[in-house]
Nanobody
């Protein structure tokens, strides 16, 4: 089992920034590729970004490319999502997830472990 706890969400004005964190415990964090997903009210859970176990490769949804940065610190068992130039359409609950495959995917069904989510609200 991997336990994941997100933090760092909140209310921010359009154009602002937030940094989300995801603290992992349980099995060895560095063995897992990690991803961020988000879900707005009434919508399905969408892929946001992912990172390989080593941090050497990152992947982004087109909607966040150039604005969001995913990173990880394996020594601290923590995953991050730096979000800049936020837009109202970024409003959602953000989830981190762990995937035992070496290369992460954009499919939420491939991820084994999930956090409880953190709310991000961007006002216009």
């Amino acid at each position: 089992q991997v336990q994941l706890v997100e933090s760092g969400g909140g209310l921010v004005q359009a154009g602002g920034s937030l940094r989300l964190s995801c603290a992992a415990s349980g099995r060895t964090f560095r063995n897992y590729a990690m991803g961020w997903f988000r879900q707005a009210p009434g919508k399905k859970r969408d892929f946001v970004a992912a990172i390989t176990w080593s941090g050497g490769n990152t992947y982004y949804a087109d909607s966040v490319k150039g604005r969001f940065t995913i990173s990880r610190d394996n020594a601290k068992n923590t995953l991050y999502l730096q979000m800049n130039s936020l837009k109202p359409e970024d409003t959602a609950v953000y989830y981190c997830a762990a995937d035992a495959r070496p290369t992460p995917t954009t499919r939420s069904g491939n991820y084994e472990f999930w956090g409880q989510g953190t709310q991000v609200t961007v006002s216009s």
